[in-house]
Every structure is written in structure tokens, then in C-alpha cells.
């Protein structure tokens, strides 16, 4: 099946620093990458989708400023994190897909101290 | 009413047990349906995908569609502890609105 990457796969950073996160779809091209942040024991949320070379849409709630997405390539995507502060704390996930089904990575856990 | 409801679990079975997962929708303009298994501080890995109503198999799993009354189900045969996860529905209309439940979780119990 198709791989998709983030890295890092963890990250601890002081509050009020931003903190990037990549997702990779490895052996396909993604037309659209979706973010989506889970706490423990919740569903996922989506948080934004994006398409390569366009803006990305965000989900009512979600701070565009705050959470900026680049999809630079249809391989690549990036979240970042601006200003991060403890509540920002969670469980990120990406999906790509080309196609129906989406691709999940193995996600990337934030700790804002 | 939610697009897609989901039994939240937990739910516990012995080792060996056939497993019945289930969700049922709201849209009828569903057209995707899948299933997927996240376990603890993972990403969510695709299981089974189907298009059409019916049953599709695949090693000891198997997705059945019923769209006429819209409800999807997943059965796992001779289940192990490893398949101790949440156990995601999806499901998509053309290539937009993608639509998880909010997931099933399984316990196997050796």
C-alpha cells in the first residue's frame, strides 16, 4: 500500500516557539494532504486540507495563523506550529491521498512545555 | 443525527472470537467506504476499502455494504490480541467530503 512519512515522530519544545512537522507521501504523488490533530482517547480532527500549490482550506475553529500549511510539492507537505503554547499539545497526524482512500502517517506527538 | 455513528466500545472478546464492527450514515451520497485500524499513538492504517454494496474479503477480515441501509460492517475472523485497536469507519462521496466515525475499540483477550 502507499507509505506516507512525518517527521519528527516526537517533539518537546518551550512554549511560545514554533515547531515544524513534514509529511511525505514516499511512492505516490499527493493531490491533496489533510492535517488532523487527536487528543488521548478522541477521534481525529480534521484540521485543514491542502492541495499542492494552492492554500489550504481550514476547518471552522482551526487559526490559519497559527497553524500554517505549505504544500510545496505533491510529495511534500508542512505544518507549522507558531507560537506554540501547552494547549497546542497533541497527537498530529497528516493523509495524503491520489485517488479515493486516504494514507495516514504514523503522526507526530507534540509536548509544549 | 451525526453522518456517521459509530458503537464507541469498548468492546471485549475472547482470543479466537469473530469480531463485528459496525457504522451506520446519514447521506446516502456516500459512495467510499473504509475501514481503518489505529493502534495507541499511531496513525490510522487503511484496512479494507470497497466501492459497491456487498462483501469483500481479505485474509480474516471482511467489509460488507449495505447501502440501501446504509450500514457498513467489518468481521474479523479468529481474532488475535494483536488486532486490539480502534477501529475507524470512513467513508467519501466522489473524491471530497471524507467522513471518519468516531471508532471502536477492541480488546482481545488472550
Known amino acids: 500500500g502507499a507509505v506516507v512519512s512525518q517527521h519528527p515522530s516526537r517533539v518537546i519544545c518551550k512554549s511560545g516557539t514554533s515547531v515544524k512537522i513534514e509529511c511525505r507521501s514516499l511512492?505516490?504523488?499527493?493531490?491533496?494532504m489533510f492535517w488532523y490533530r487527536q487528543f488521548p482517547k478522541q477521534s481525529l480532527m480534521l484540521m485543514a486540507t491542502?492541495?499542492?500549490?494552492?492554500?489550504?482550506?481550514?476547518e471552522q475553529g482551526v487559526e490559519k495563523d497559527k497553524f500554517l500549511i505549505n504544500h510545496a510539492s505533491l510529495t511534500l507537505s508542512t505544518l507549522t506550529v507558531t507560537s506554540a503554547h501547552p494547549e497546542d499539545s497533541s497527537f498530529y497526524i497528516c493523509s495524503a491521498r491520489s485517488g479515493t482512500p486516504q494514507f495516514f502517517g504514523p503522526g507526530t506527538r507534540l509536548t509544549v512545555l | 443525527q451525526k453522518e456517521v455513528e459509530q458503537d464507541p466500545g469498548p468492546l471485549s472478546v475472547p482470543e479466537g472470537a469473530i469480531v463485528s464492527l459496525n457504522c451506520t450514515y446519514s447521506n446516502s451520497a456516500f459512495q467510499y467506504f473504509m475501514w481503518y485500524r489505529q493502534y495507541s499513538r499511531k496513525g490510522p492504517e487503511l484496512l479494507m476499502y470497497?466501492?459497491?454494496?456487498g462483501n469483500k474479503e481479505d485474509g480474516r477480515f471482511t467489509a460488507q455494504v449495505d447501502k440501501s441501509s446504509k450500514y457498513i460492517s467489518l468481521f474479523i475472523r479468529d481474532s488475535q490480541p494483536s488486532d486490539s485497536a480502534t477501529y475507524l469507519c470512513?467513508?467519501?462521496?466522489?473524491?471530497?467530503?471524507?467522513?471518519f466515525g468516531p471508532g471502536t475499540r477492541l480488546s482481545v483477550l488472550p
Open positions: 470512513a467513508m467519501m462521496i466522489g473524491g471530497q467530503n471524507f467522513v
Open positions: 491542502s492541495n499542492e500549490g494552492s492554500k489550504a482550506t481550514y
Open positions: 511512492d505516490f504523488q499527493a493531490t491533496t
Open positions: 470497497t466501492y459497491s454494496s
